[in-house]
């Protein structure tokens, strides 16, 4: 059987403490690619703040009502990766990222989806936006002090 098109219209949620220090996870089909939590809708239906809150819960064990998850009001429209463009309807090129934040307690503890991540890491927001490979990721982490004022 197989697997249906990704919907190209995802979510990027920086987790973050009231410190500042930022949340990154290391992708397992690209060794040293950190990033914040991503992840597709799973249907036309699924509104993006439950897909964050799906795909915080799925790729790190945290549950949202454990902090809060606030909608930025920020979209990003981008070029999808060409070794990405498989998962996709024949012809769609471009995917629309609706960005959210999560403040939570320090030491929230983090549990990985070992299928998509292999390491995690808490950094303070700019060595975070730094290590990052995704230039939006990086941009959202650098404006993240302007959602917590």
């Not at 995802?10 to 949340?23: A, K, Y």
């Not at 064990?61 to 999808?80: F, H, K, P, Q, S």
Request: aromatic share 10%; net charge negative; with cysteine.
């Amino acid at each position: 059987m197989s697997r249906p098109f990704k919907i190209p219209q995802s979510v990027l949620v920086v987790i973050h403490t009231p410190d500042l220090d930022v949340l990154l996870i290391n992708r397992t089909d690209l060794p040293g690619h950190w990033q914040s939590v991503t992840g597709s809708k799973d249907h036309e239906d699924e509104s993006f703040e439950q897909t964050a809150v799906r795909e915080v819960r799925e790729e790190t064990g945290i549950d949202c009502a454990a902090g809060r998850l606030t909608d930025w009001a920020l979209e990003n429209v981008y070029d999808i990766y060409p070794h990405y463009l498989h998962r996709y309807a024949p012809g769609v090129t471009r995917n629309r990222e609706h960005v959210f934040g999560l403040c939570v307690p320090a030491g929230t503890p983090v549990t990985l989806n070992p299928r998509e991540h292999t390491a995690w890491q808490w950094l303070p927001y700019r060595q975070a936006a730094d290590t990052c490979f995704s230039p939006s990721n990086a941009e959202a982490i650098l404006m993240l002090p302007e959602f917590v004022a």
